[in-house]
């Protein structure tokens, strides 16, 4: 689509993550007519929370990972696959890598982030992570590589025991049966150290089902192609273990995507403060949503619920500055925590409801559907399980 022809400057979103699309949605729904145009580098959407089903099959692509181009024909916005190298606030435009120089008219900007592996040089070629399709492909190949061949005996090892390393563990020790021990190493003294205790404990009991050794007040002090060595917080490089290890992967911190866009936007934490209704004060048409912000005088977590809500809020104080109307401060309501542990298992707490087992999986899936964008993937999810059933 030329957006030179533009009937009006359009209203335009960075990164299609959770804050960027509900963002999109947002504006959709309050639309004033003026065109949203969403860029994105990717071809696809990813629902991470709902990556370990993909992982297993439970759930298949079109399911996880919708086509952009899909959702901006079903909801009406334009899509751009491209990348943003360079904001001109003053004038409003936008330049990307292939030349495209977009003017806006509102711009937000919520471009993530992706998994960092900065503290670990050279040992980065021997890892895997888990947070890009990518990253899943290799995941599935390595998973089939354990079940069709006896030379993949020695012990998967997973970094970090919050929740992508505790779901991780478990999927993977079902879709293997077993046949490996998986290692999960962590700094702290518990896992899941973020998390509500009812779904802490929950984990517990799976991981102690499973073939799932746990390294609490560890961290990894080397690796090669065929060890990992292992050392205690406050050993001193003393009482290390050495780990002969078949895979490994990190999933133990997330940095902002590098990208030019947001370089110097960042204060010393790599983090872009906002204000209370998630602008910057030098720029009051700039929004910023998702992992990539904070507000230190109003704190609220880093995770795709926040993004979710943040997106929906900048939706409505966009239409609100158009409009001239006051803006609203956004305040994150903590809607509770679901956690996939293992195949056709989950735990939710939430709104005072705790369950855990087969059925909070169910309802761990029919929420998340809830919040795909659009209507069209969740209703033929929906169908297609019914009718999977009934066959």
Known sequence: MDLNNLKSDPIVVVGGGFGGLSTVQGLLAQSDGTPIVLIDQSPRFLFKPLLYELLSGELELWEVAPKYSDLASELGFIFLQDCVVEVDERERTLLT?????????????????????????????????FSSLNDLFKAKELITAINYSSDHKNPLVIAGAGPTGVELACKISDLVKNRVEICLVDKGNRILSKSKSFNRDKAINAIGERNIKIYLEHFIESINENNIHICPVNSEGENSLRINYSYFFWTAGLRPNSLKLVDHFMDENKKIQVNQFLQLNEYQNIFFVGDIVCNYDYPFPSSAQAAMQQGLLTAQNIISLRKGQKLKSFQFEDLGEMLSLGIGNASITGYGVTLAGSLAFKIRYLAYMKRMPGFAIPLKSAGSRLFSKVN
């Open 97 to 129: 890598t292939s030349g495209n120089e977009v003017k806006y008219s509102q711009l937000v900007i919520g471009t993530g982030v992706e998994t960092d592996y900065s503290s670990l040089g050279d040992m980065k070629e021997y890892i895997y992570g």
